[in-house]
């Protein structure tokens, strides 16, 4: 599952409202994957703060009496965070109050044409809060956040409810126009959902990067990349796995 990024959380400092949404269609060449997963993200800036929210849909399901045909989505899972600062023209405007809801849903199919089994599993609850904090270049070109939440799952076991992640955007990557390379990192504790009954550490990072080949043309909303999601006992995946995706971005 996507990660949020909040790419655009530096513009805080600025008085005009900021706004933006995309839509990113990946394919997954990692080993156990190899599926098409669609994320839509939002996100909004306004006197109080700023809200992000993304929207993930794994397109997974298999019909094992169709010889494995991709027949739904498979997977769905779901963030938002906000991020409260009312106090965007003093001197500590680099700090903000966040809180963040995650989770999701998902299924699976087994059986025979004539005995389908169908299933499904819980992402449990998750709910955040804690301190985000915020640097960035002059220009803005560069963005960096450093958050630190308290983490708590619903109906799971945890050595210690703490997250901790850093994300950053730089744009224009080495002078050139349009190519931007953005991710996050996230460090965290939980209980192994899928099959064990320890708690795990876990790590997940997902650095991206897209390049704005639509300025070319007249259509700037549209990009090309991908990303490489880089993963230690992520749920349902014991040890460190690495999956490479190629995607495209639309911007609206």
Same mark, same amino acid.
């Given at each position: 599952?996507?990660?949020?990024?909040?790419?655009?959380? $530096?513009?805080?400092?600025?008085?005009?409202?900021?706004?933006?949404?995309?839509?990113?269609?990946?394919? =997954?060449?990692?080993?156990?994957?190899?599926?098409?997963?669609?994320?839509?993200?939002?996100?909004?800036?306004?006197?109080?703060?700023?809200?992000?929210?993304?929207?993930?849909?794994?397109?997974? &399901?298999? =019909?094992?009496?169709?010889?494995?045909?991709?027949?739904?989505?498979?997977?769905?899972?779901?963030?938002? $965070?906000?991020?409260?600062?009312?106090?965007?023209?003093?001197?500590?405007?680099?700090?903000?109050?966040?809180?963040?809801?995650?989770?999701?849903?998902?299924?699976?199919?087994?059986?025979?044409?004539?005995?389908?089994?169908?299933?499904?599993?819980?992402?449990?609850?998750?709910?955040?809060?804690?301190?985000?904090?915020?640097?960035?270049?002059?220009?803005?070109?560069?963005?960096?956040?450093?958050?630190?939440?308290?983490?708590?799952?619903?109906?799971?076991?945890?050595?210690?409810?703490?997250?901790?992640?850093?994300?950053?955007?730089?744009?224009?990557?080495?002078?050139?126009?349009?190519?931007?390379?953005?991710?996050?990192? =996230?460090?965290?504790?939980?209980?192994?959902?899928?099959?064990? =009954?320890?708690?795990?550490?876990?790590?997940?990072?997902?650095?991206?990067?897209?390049?704005?080949?639509?300025?070319?043309?007249?259509?700037?909303?549209?990009?090309?990349?991908?990303?490489?999601?880089?993963?230690?006992?992520?749920?349902?995946? $014991?040890?460190?796995?690495?999956?490479?995706? &190629?995607?495209?971005?639309?911007?609206?």
């Amino acid at each position: 599952m996507k990660k949020f990024y909040f790419i655009l959380a $530096a513009l805080l400092l600025s008085s005009t409202a900021i706004k933006a949404q995309n839509l990113q269609v990946f394919y =997954d060449f990692g080993d156990d994957r190899r599926q098409v997963t669609t994320t839509f993200e939002m996100f909004k800036s306004d006197s109080w703060g700023n809200t992000f929210t993304f929207i993930d849909m794994d397109y997974t &399901l298999k =019909d094992a009496a169709e010889k494995g045909k991709n027949i739904s989505i498979g997977g769905a899972y779901w963030e938002i $965070a906000r991020c409260l600062n009312f106090w965007q023209n003093s001197k500590a405007s680099f700090f903000s109050i966040q809180v963040e809801y995650n989770g999701g849903l998902g299924a699976y199919a087994t059986g025979t044409k004539n005995a389908p089994t169908w299933g499904a599993f819980p992402i449990n609850h998750a709910f955040l809060t804690g301190a985000d904090f915020f640097v960035h270049s002059k220009d803005f070109n560069n963005l960096f956040n450093f958050k630190v939440l308290y983490k708590k799952y619903i109906s799971a076991d945890q050595a210690l409810p703490m997250q901790f992640t850093f994300v950053w955007t730089l744009n224009n990557l080495f002078g050139a126009k349009g190519l931007t390379f953005s991710g996050f990192a =996230d460090y965290w504790w939980q209980e192994q959902f899928f099959g064990a =009954d320890n708690t795990a550490t876990v790590f997940l990072s997902e650095p991206q990067l897209w390049y704005c080949v639509g300025q070319h043309f007249g259509c700037p909303n549209l990009n090309i990349g991908g990303e490489v999601e880089l993963a230690y006992n992520f749920p349902a995946s $014991a040890g460190f796995k690495c999956r490479p995706c &190629l995607g495209v971005k639309w911007n609206f």
